[in-house]
T-cell receptor, first 114, second 113 residues
Framework: AQSVTQLGSHVSVSEGALVLLRCNYS??????LFWYVQYPNQGLQLLLK??????LVKGINGFEAEFKKSETSFHLTKPSAHMSDAAEYFC????????????FGTGTKLQVIP | DTAVSQTPKYLVTQMGNDKSIKCEQN?????MYWYKQDSKKFLKIMFSYNNKELIINETVPNRFSPKSPDKAHLNLHINSLELGDSAVYFC????????????FGPGTRLTVL
């Protein structure tokens, strides 16, 4: 069984401020972890993913996330928010092996204030 | 060239009608999915196919029937539409399975009146 919890359904930051979106996961097998972004009226697109190896993962648009097994967390950060970062962000988890499914979190809407 | 395409983009229909949504991917991926996103943005998997074979069938009413004529296409047929079926439906594909990046289509917004 697997699950994802995203803390905070809405997050507001000022332009230029740090972005921190929180994600905690639960998985009975070594997890594959993803962050996807959804802009208004569009499908989701991958920001970054963790499979194995290096725990700090860098993605597109200056985002990065760190896999912390002891905390079962995979928080998403960006040092300086840009207006174009305003979107819905989804954390997701999948287990390795066989035909696993991906479980998505409930999403966090990021608002960037000028 | 669009990687994952869906038609139609918008679908407005009456309760009780039957409708279909089509999905095509030109990425050569083996696995395709249907997701339902409700008004609160909650995204839930409905079905997954690998090389035309159904591998995931979540708790979905049997009014929903997916069909995969080949590995590049996954269509969704919905019988006897209900108000609660109103949502955005996303098709996605990935190279081999759930551990790979998924590529999403633009979505089909279904409104049942």
């Amino acid at each position: 069984a697997q699950s994802v919890t995203q803390l905070g359904s809405h997050v507001s930051v000022s332009e230029g401020a740090l972005v921190l979106l929180r994600c905690n996961y639960s998985s009975s097998v070594p997890p594959y972890l993803f962050w996807y972004v959804q802009y208004p009226n569009q499908g989701l697109q991958l920001l970054l993913k963790y499979t194995t190896g290096a725990t700090l993962v860098k993605g597109i648009n200056g985002f990065e996330a760190e896999f912390k097994k002891s905390e079962t967390s995979f928080h998403l950060t960006k040092p300086s928010a840009h207006m174009s970062d305003a979107a819905e962000y989804f954390c997701a988890v999948s287990g390795s092996g066989g035909y696993q499914k991906v479980t998505f979190g409930t999403g966090t809407k990021l608002q960037v204030i000028p | 060239d669009t990687a994952v395409s869906q038609t139609p983009k918008y679908l407005v229909t009456q309760m009780g009608n039957d409708k279909s949504i089509k999905c095509e991917q030109n990425l050569g991926h083996d696995t395709m999915y249907w997701y339902k996103q409700d008004s609160k943005k909650f995204l839930k998997i409905m079905f997954s196919y690998n090389n035309k074979e159904l591998i995931i069938n979540e708790t979905v009413p049997n009014r929903f029937s997916p069909k995969s004529p080949d590995k590049a296409h996954l269509n969704l047929h919905i019988n006897s539409l209900e108000l609660g079926d109103s949502a955005v439906y996303f098709c996605a594909s990935s190279p081999r399975g759930a551990t790979d990046t998924q590529y999403f289509g633009p979505g089909t917004r279904l409104t049942v009146l």
